[in-house]
């Protein structure tokens, strides 16, 4: 049992801020009215499903069934390779995914002993994989840097580890308790982070959003402080729009959020998102003012219009 399907049964079930601008033209104005409607893009293939991304061509990925898959604008589903669980992705390269990988073993599954077979594969289109970084135990989310290395939580422990471009791993922060999420503020100086727990034996949820300041060269100055805590907690991916405001999945209560960092301030986007999970903002042919969102318990994947597009994303 991995991580995902521990959520399913304990479910109740830097120094600078990004100021928001005003609507234009350009808004999809049908989104106006939150929390916007949920649609249903693809059903009944996963089991369970959790990260989500567009490669550099536009095309979507997702992490589900322990497998990644392609889905094409229509919903149809491909797989595209098996591997040990469902977690986190991201964009490399023109083509490539990462694919977060706990391995043969876990924390929530094997308990505290020792565990370092955790796996970030770099993965093709057409399935080819390879190993990127070992030794991480339970890596979670992965978020590309501009220097082409990586930063991967591991919300098991307390660790965000930074990823050199050729492997090599060592701890970036341990300053937030089981950090999931992450992104950077539009400017680079900000780095978010969703804390999804208090404690894991047993579980309890926590629903704080982290903000470490960084300096120029990246990394985290002083001690992180809290932005928001919306909701009951419990909170998995994050994402950021072109206005600087972060998106946070709430897996526990099923509700995705809207933080302004500059004020705290918070908005519910959508509710009725079971398992909320990952989010990633349509890019190609998919739509652009749209987020596309999993879900770790029933293996869904929504459509969510917010009338706004998602930030650069690097790659």
Same mark, same amino acid.
């Given at each position: ?107 929530? /599954?094997?308990?505290?002993? $020792? !565990?370092?077979? @955790?796996? %970030? +594969? #770099? =993965?093709? *289109? ?5 190993? &990127? ?111 600087? /405001?972060?998106?946070?999945? $709430? !897996?526990?209560? @099923?509700? %995705? +959020? #809207? =933080?302004? *960092? ?5 908005? &519910? ?47």
């Amino acid at each position: 049992m991995e991580i995902v399907s521990v959520r399913f049964f304990v479910s109740f079930s830097l120094l600078s801020l990004t100021v928001a601008v005003p609507l234009t033209l350009a808004d999809n104005v049908a989104a106006a009215e939150f929390p916007a409607p949920a649609t249903v893009f693809v059903e009944g293939v996963f089991e369970r499903s959790e990260g989500i991304a567009f490669n550099g061509e536009g095309r979507l990925f997702v992490s589900g069934n322990r497998a990644l898959h392609e889905i094409s604008p229509d919903g149809s589903v491909r797989k595209v390779v098996d591997l040990y669980s469902n977690l986190g992705l991201a964009p490399i390269g023109k083509r490539d995914i990462l694919y977060a990988d706990f391995g043969p073993t876990n924390i929530f /599954r094997d308990g505290e002993k $020792e !565990n370092k077979d @955790g796996i %970030v +594969w #770099r =993965i093709t *289109p057409e399935g080819e994989k390879r190993v &990127l970084a070992e030794g991480i135990a339970d890596p979670n989310f992965i978020l590309l840097r501009k220097d082409g290395s990586l930063l991967v939580s591991d919300d098991g422990v307390d660790d965000i580890y930074h990823v050199s471009s050729d492997g090599r791993v060592r701890l970036f922060t341990n300053r937030v308790k089981h950090p999931n999420g992450m992104v950077f503020s539009l400017d680079g100086r900000s780095l978010f982070v969703a804390q999804i727990f208090k404690q894991i034996h047993p579980i309890v949820p926590d629903n704080r959003i982290w903000r470490f300041d960084l300096d120029e060269s990246g990394q985290p100055i002083g001690e992180p402080v809290v932005v928001a805590a919306p909701g009951e907690g419990g909170h998995d991916g994050l994402a950021m729009d072109e206005r600087g /405001r972060i998106y946070v999945a $709430e !897996n526990g209560s @099923g509700r %995705v +959020w #809207r =933080i302004d *960092p500059a004020t705290g301030d918070t908005e &519910l986007i959508a509710e009725n998102v079971a398992g909320a999970a990952s989010i990633a903002f349509g890019q190609g042919v998919f739509d652009r003012h749209s987020i596309y969102l999993t879900s770790t318990r029933f293996g869904t994947v929504w459509k969510v219009d917010v009338g706004v597009a998602g930030a650069p994303v690097q790659r």
